[in-house]
């Protein structure tokens, strides 16, 4: 972090002065931008976001609700996103290994008649065009690696991260120092696990008197198949195989146009199992009786995984601190039983702009989100996840005691960090999951990578910090048996053995920023912090 009292003695940045700089160029961070321009054109506003293109490192499902939109783009119908497909028939399925039952209804909260099926990063960079019209400015590719104070300790805007450092901390020949952007308001819509919402939330103490955050991993692809067996706004859930009754989680598959089908796994990181691994779960679905035809003869488009915010009510930090502010899902604002996140980002960036334009400053945010719809929404729902930590048939009897009093119970389960969940080897018995062979692409976590076009420089600093490596082949082989190993989704993280010695191998060029190693580490030693600009995947209509 740079305070400005050290500014002297570091080399001279050259400086960018703003009225508001965002974080993130997600659904929050472009809605913020675009209301306070609409409310206010006279404000200055800084877009800045760490991938090479708008969207390139936005994921999720995703069918949204198009209410904030409405407000935000009255006539965005007229020029709908690339991908938006109305939502026309809802599916639930709870499956066995070898077959699937169609549930006779469709749990209310997952009603989507009215939502409409998109992709995120196409919407977002449908998005940033519209902003920039309103004068604001946009910059991809650079990435916030630290955020800067004042005197008194406020948050002051943030400094992008040099670019053309070496693995060793040298200059290469093409270096270029990051410049410092200064700013009244910062405003945080990195997403889940956010590099800078992270460090705040500590050195503020946001966290303190609320639940810690929990999350899921969810893992996505975009395939092409025979435009016959698509029908475009269907919308199926399921719940059961191939996941045991104490792990949370599911998956969705939805209907594009144009033989495209978007489907993807969605499982818990409070999991016990020390030996699960998300994404060899998924890949195992695909191979599911219900869903392997659909895809066969097939072409996969792009595949890509992101963690998910899913703490909900109990666990939404203080939102708000000297000069800055949280929205989307860097404060955590998923709704969990819908499956939906997108409208809740849209209206807390619309609702935040508004509050600055009202207060002129971040003071009382904390308290306007509360009292809004957003958090309304969210206290409703507040048990429905919780319930699942006591297994799936609990958690659905749970979910529909809760549906049924309109989250009027006079109760609230608790949250607990996602790491402590994880069991130790010797403790826990992994259940015989009994997963067959895999012939459907890609047949591993590498060729998954393929997919998700991620690339980085390999003579950078390694954005996946281990601050005490000593563990990694202590206490946490003996006891968990390196899960890294596992629940990274990109295979970054690799044991290998040379002259009879055991070491970690990060393949930090894997890595496509879903942030699950940072979350899920049961000994809190791994620090995900921001690549250099530009780097990480690149998704495609995910």
Not at 170 to 191: M, N
Request: aromatic content about 8%; charged content about 20%.
């Amino acid at each position: 972090m740079s305070e400005n009292s050290s500014a002297a003695q570091a080399p001279e940045r050259d400086v960018m002065e703003y009225d508001v700089v965002t974080v993130g160029a997600g659904p929050a961070g472009l809605a913020f931008a675009i209301r306070l321009k609409q409310l206010n054109p006279d404000t200055s506003v800084c877009v800045i976001e760490k991938a090479s293109t708008i969207g390139a490192h936005v994921l999720s499902g995703a069918v949204i609700e198009t209410a904030p939109l409405d407000e935000l783009l009255p006539g965005w119908r007229d020029n709908p996103p690339p991908v938006c497909v109305e939502a026309t028939q809802d599916e639930f399925w709870f499956l066995s290994k070898a077959k699937g039952t169609k549930a006779p209804f469709v749990p209310p909260q997952m009603n989507n008649h009215g939502n409409v099926i998109v992709s995120l990063g196409a919407m977002c960079a449908w998005l940033a065009p519209q902003a920039e019209a309103l004068g604001v400015e946009i910059y991809p590719g650079f990435a916030a690696a630290e955020p800067l104070f004042d005197a008194d300790g406020a948050v002051c805007g943030v400094r992008i991260g040099d670019m053309g450092v070496a693995k060793d901390g040298s200059h290469k020949p093409g270096y270029t120092q990051g410049i410092d952007i200064r700013a009244r308001t910062t405003v945080l819509g990195e997403g889940a696990r956010g590099h800078l919402s992270k460090q705040l939330i500590k050195r503020f103490n946001l966290a303190d008197g609320h639940d810690p955050q929990s999350y899921s991993i969810g893992i996505k692809e975009l395939w092409q198949v025979p435009e016959e067996r698509v029908t475009p706004g269907r919308i199926v859930h399921s719940l059961g195989w191939p996941l045991d009754a104490g792990t949370y989680g599911g998956s969705f598959l939805y209907h594009l146009d144009k033989g495209r089908i978007a489907l993807g796994f969605v499982a818990g990181l409070d999991y016990r199992d020390p030996e699960f691994r998300p994404y060899e779960a998924f890949q195992q679905w695909k191979h599911h009786p219900s869903i392997k035809p659909l895809l066969e003869g097939g072409t996969i488009l792009s595949a890509g995984a992101r963690a998910i915010t899913t703490g909900g009510y109990q666990s939404l930090p203080t939102v708000e601190m000297p000069g800055a502010m949280l929205v989307g899902c860097a404060a955590g604002l998923v709704n969990v039983p819908k499956i939906k996140g997108v409208h809740q980002a849209l209206r807390s960036g619309m609702l935040a702009a508004e509050h600055l334009v009202e207060r002129g400053s971040s003071a009382g945010w904390d308290a306007r989100l509360r009292s809004s719809v957003v958090m309304d929404e969210l206290r409703k729902v507040r048990n429905i996840k919780p319930g699942f930590k006591k297994g799936l048939w609990f958690g659905l009897a749970n979910a529909g005691w809760e549906t049924l009093v309109g989250g009027a119970s006079p109760w609230t389960m608790r949250v607990s960090a996602d790491y402590k969940a994880t069991e130790k080897l010797a403790e826990h018995t992994s259940p015989d999951r009994d997963w067959g062979p895999r012939t459907l692409e890609p047949r591993d976590r590498l060729a998954g990578v393929y997919f998700a076009a991620t690339e980085h420089d390999e003579d950078q600093p390694v954005h996946l910090q281990i601050t005490d490596p000593s563990v990694c082949f202590t206490k946490c082989a003996e006891e968990y048996g390196n899960p890294c190993t596992r629940f990274c989704p990109a295979g970054v993280y690799e044991v290998v053995e040379e002259a009879g010695e055991k070491r970690l191998q990060i393949n930090a060029a894997n890595c496509v920023h879903c942030k699950t190693c940072d979350i899920k580490d049961p000994y809190q030693v791994i620090n995900w912090v921001t690549p250099e600009g530009g780097a990480g995947p690149n998704y495609q209509n995910l």
